[in-house]
């Protein structure tokens, strides 16, 4: 059972342009979403987070939307440039008593072509 | 560099053989973890320590695996008797407190 879900196994955006990128999740539990990059061969490196109490979070070119009515989020990249290209990874948090841990989707593969 | 460091970043074992890998976290993170993943996949949850106290394990841990982080800094990872099935990218993570992870660069495990 997905808890976290990323529909779209790829995107291909050009340069300049806004990419994209979006998440749903069942779990109503979750209590704070984060978004990951990740290059092959290297470990997810943290891009940016939002509260369920919020519903946006900016940070230079990365912007994250979170619906909780709809239980989605979105992360949004503008301009998108070519070493964006990467996997991006939606994760939720679950924080109950010692239950602490992120729960994690399928992952994007972004291509930002020039 | 403070990051969360890993090793080895590759090994190569045969069947049956037992495999340790190392992690030492951001020095003033206290929670550290270690994720699984392969090709196509998120990061699966594999274990968690608060200090030195492992407060979750999960069921993909089978009794083959075996983490300790007993002075509440470095890790270890350790896989018994592996199997095919063990091959993947052993990822860890240390964190100050819930949510926001900081990754180290992985250990890559081939087992032929």
């Known amino acids: 059972d997905q808890q976290v879900k990323q529909n779209s196994p790829s995107l291909s955006v050009q340069e300049g342009r806004i990419s994209i990128l979006n998440c749903d999740y069942t779990n109503s539990m979750f209590d704070y979403f984060l978004w990951y990059k990740k290059y092959p061969a290297e470990g997810p490196t943290f891009l940016i987070s939002?509260?369920?109490i919020k519903d946006k979070n900016e940070d230079g070119r990365f912007t994250v939307f979170l619906n909780k009515s709809a239980k989605h989020l979105s992360l949004h990249i503008v301009p998108s440039q070519p070493g964006d290209s990467a996997v991006y990874f939606c994760?939720?948090?679950?924080?109950?008593?010692?239950?602490?841990?992120?729960?994690w989707g399928l992952g994007t593969s972004l291509a930002v072509n020039p | 560099d403070t990051g969360v460091s890993q090793d080895p970043r590759h090994k190569i074992t045969k069947r049956g053989q037992n495999v340790t890998f190392r992690c030492d976290p951001i020095s003033e993170h206290n929670r550290l973890y270690w994720y699984r993943q392969t090709l196509g996949q998120g990061p699966e949850f594999l274990t968690y320590?608060?200090?030195?106290?492992?407060?979750?394990k999960s069921r993909l841990l089978s009794d083959r695996f075996s983490a300790e982080r007993p002075k509440g800094s470095f890790s270890t990872l350790e896989i018994q008797r592996t199997e095919q099935g063990d091959s993947a990218m052993y990822l860890c993570?240390?964190?100050?407190?819930?949510?926001?992870?900081?990754f180290g660069e992985g250990s890559r495990l081939t087992v032929l």
């Open positions: 939002i509260s369920s």
């Open positions: 994760a939720a948090r679950i924080n109950a008593g010692n239950n602490r841990k992120l729960i």
């Open positions: 320590f608060q200090n030195e106290a492992q407060l979750e």
């Open positions: 993570a240390s964190s100050p407190h819930v949510g926001e992870l900081f």
